[in-house]
């Protein structure tokens, strides 16, 4: 995030959020945002009402972290589940149980493994939702009208404004280049 | 890649077979041998010829009958679980009528079309020990346990004639499964009829069944029956685990020699290697469930029927083969093929592959060579007495069934190349 980023702000006050284009067919947005990508952007997002394979590398998206966050949850559930039941049965309250000793390691895996997938599962969860910034009750998008259609029909591109390389007037007319119609100003932050 | 977006339906449609049999990637020179892999059969051709020389002949020196025997049928147990997790794959892929995996069919298959023959090898010393040398190694056609109550108890079951005849029907019901899928596919390769798909998959219904059932009751009779006194109800589907598990990898190291063979390119591409990784990683995964859900039962309930199995493998040195295979079946497999870029990689592949064969021969030694040690007057032996004579089989075996292998994979098309699935294994993608 550059200290010096530009503010844009629209004519009535209000923060720009970005600069959003339509396109007719998945292959036209999926085109696009090869250019896009080759252009440098890196804040902005393409919509569409489906899955379109291959859009992650159209987009030069990076793989995701959250395979990390769930094998280090994974980790701290097995060690923590290790440790609780070793502590439990072996030092704090030992018993005998079947004549088997304290604290062996076969009664220990059901429930390590079921502390681990119970930790990598809230982890992979809590960790997508908060990576996606979710959950959230509004987004500047949801008040444009034409929107609304990338659940049903319309595929869409929009560049924000948080973006670095982020320019009102020459972002509009890259869009414009790509074979955007309907480009539009977003506001709101 | 582009292009993926607009013609991804292309996959479906069913009918456009025929219009793939003139792609480049389709040519010879990249989906036949044409005669090499002469050199590397002839490889395995000395190994097996060596190994089991040496196997026959450790029955004759200071090894005895009995370690000999057992070495011997640890590695030919071994080699028919890699055979018919060849057929369970075939089927599944049949059943599932799965895309991705139509340019590693033919492996399958033809690992399969030797389950039949690895069964025949695999009964050698069980008949031998039947015939011959009178129980040495499989206890319950020990004439002197006759009055045993436990054996007559179970001798509807274990006695020579039904054991014979369950024998021959496991014969009769592989080579009609392995036979059929694979003549089917054979015959697609030459009339390109996608209605032989439909036949293949009826067939895979039965087989399935079929294939469980035998499966099961081979490992009964093969393995489990060695100890008449022990038994286990998880112990087909522990057989069937260690069959899919080494088969995977199996299929991994064929296609990933095949690659550098400079056969298969652009056919089995990192995405076929990432799902067939995914299915090394679900197996070794399986396996470890399977094998902790027997023993972890075993071990709590404390039935002395039971636990005389695992008594004999967790003392007397053999505790170091039982860790070994927590740490190598399970931990180092789990941990090396959970990463992405593992599973992607085929000569990554080719290493974890190796190791996975290696510790499902350890396995099996688990499983059978403690019958040695644990007879009266064995007290001495460790497991690693004599363990060249195990080394020995095991590679004996796996150079015979290389051998089998390489010679079957040059005798037709190493993809089946008519498939109507064909189109969809080509634009196969993981799109995560």
């Known amino acids: 995030m550059a200290k010096n980023r530009k503010v844009y702000v629209t004519e009535s006050g209000e923060p720009v959020y970005g600069v959003i284009a339509e396109f007719a067919t998945p292959a036209d947005v999926y085109h696009a945002a090869e250019k896009v990508r080759d252009a440098g952007y890196t804040k902005w997002d393409v919509y569409a009402p489906f899955p379109i394979h291959g859009i992650d590398e159209a987009m030069g998206q990076k793989r995701t972290v959250l395979p990390l966050i769930s094998a280090a949850a994974a980790g701290a559930g097995v060690l923590g589940a290790i440790l609780m039941q070793w502590w439990m049965s072996g030092v704090d309250y030992p018993i005998v149980v079947q004549g088997k000793p304290y604290a062996p390691w076969e009664p220990f895996v059901p429930i390590t493994f079921e502390l681990g997938v119970l930790f990598t599962a809230f982890a992979t969860l809590i960790g997508m939702l908060a990576l996606n910034g979710l ?5 500047p998008l949801l008040k444009k009208e034409r929107f609304l259609a990338v659940s049903d029909d319309a595929f869409a591109i929009c560049i924000e404004s948080g973006d670095d390389k982020f320019d009102p007037d020459q972002t509009r007319s890259m869009l414009e280049r790509l074979g955007g119609k309907h480009i539009d100003l977003v506001e709101g932050d | 890649m582009s292009a993926h977006a607009v013609h991804a339906h292309d996959g479906h ?323 090396v093929l959970v990463f992405r870029d593992v599973k992607r990689s085929p000569n990554a592949l080719i290493l974890v592959g190796l190791w996975m064969l290696f510790i499902h021969f350890v396995d099996m030694f688990f499983i059978v060579r403690p019958m040695v040690t644990t007879r009266p007057g064995a007290e001495a032996l460790t497991p690693f007495t004599n363990i060249w004579v195990d080394v020995a089989a095991v590679l004996g075996l796996l150079g015979v069934l290389g051998f089998a292998l390489t010679r079957l994979l040059g005798t037709a098309a190493l993809v089946p190349i008519r498939d109507p699935r064909l189109p969809e294994a080509l634009e196969h993608k993981n799109y995560v």
């Not at chain 2, 020179?29 to 450790?58: E, H, I, K, Q, Y």
């Not at chain 2, 006759?146 to 369950?166: D, W």
């Not at chain 2, 293949?200 to 087989?207: K, L, M, N, Q």
């Not at chain 2, 799902?275 to 399977?290: A, H, N, Q």
């Open chain 1, 135 to 139: 959950p959230r009750h509004h987004h």
């Open chain 2, 13 to 335: 449609s069913g009918g456009h077979a025929s219009d793939l049999s003139h792609h480049p990637l389709l040519a010879d020179s990249n989906v036949r041998l044409n005669g090499s892999g002469g050199g590397l059969s002839m490889l395995f051709l000395l190994m097996g010829v060596a190994g089991v020389a040496a196997t026959v002949g450790a029955a004759f020196t200071g090894a005895g009958k009995l370690h000999a025997m057992a070495s011997f049928q640890l590695a030919a147990m071994g080699a028919l679980a890699i055979c018919l997790g060849g057929m369970f794959f075939t089927l599944v892929m049949h059943l599932t009528a799965a895309g991705w995996s139509v340019t590693l069919r033919r492996i399958m298959e033809q690992m399969a079309a030797l389950a039949p023959v690895m069964l025949i090898i695999a009964a050698i010393v069980p008949v031998t020990d039947l015939l011959v040398t009178k129980g040495l190694l499989y206890t319950w056609m020990n004439p002197s346990y006759e009055t045993n109550y436990l054996l007559g108890k179970k001798a509807g079951f274990l006695n020579p004639g039904f054991f014979l005849i369950r024998l021959g029907v496991y014969f009769l019901a592989w080579t009609l499964i392995s036979v059929r899928l694979k003549s089917l596919s054979i015959a697609q390769d030459r009339s390109g009829d996608k209605w032989l798909t439909n036949k293949a998959r009826f067939t895979s219904a039965w087989g399935m069944l079929v294939f469980a059932l035998t499966t099961a009751f081979a490992s009964f009779d093969l393995l489990m029956s060695m100890d008449f006194r022990f038994f286990s109800t998880m112990w087909g589907v522990y057989f069937f685990a260690g069959a899919a598990f080494s088969s995977a990898a199996t299929i991994a190291l064929v296609a990933s020699s095949l690659l550098r063979a400079g056969r298969l390119q652009g056919l089995v591409t990192s995405e076929h290697f990432h799902d067939l990784g995914k299915l090394m990683f679900s197996f070794t995964v399986f396996w470890s469930y399977i094998a902790f859900s027997q023993y972890f039962l075993i071990w709590y309930s404390n039935i002395p029927e039971e636990t005389i199995w695992f008594t004999a493998r967790k003392s007397n040195g053999w505790e170091s083969v039982f860790y070994l295979l927590c740490f190598g079946h399970f931990i180092a497999p789990f941990l």
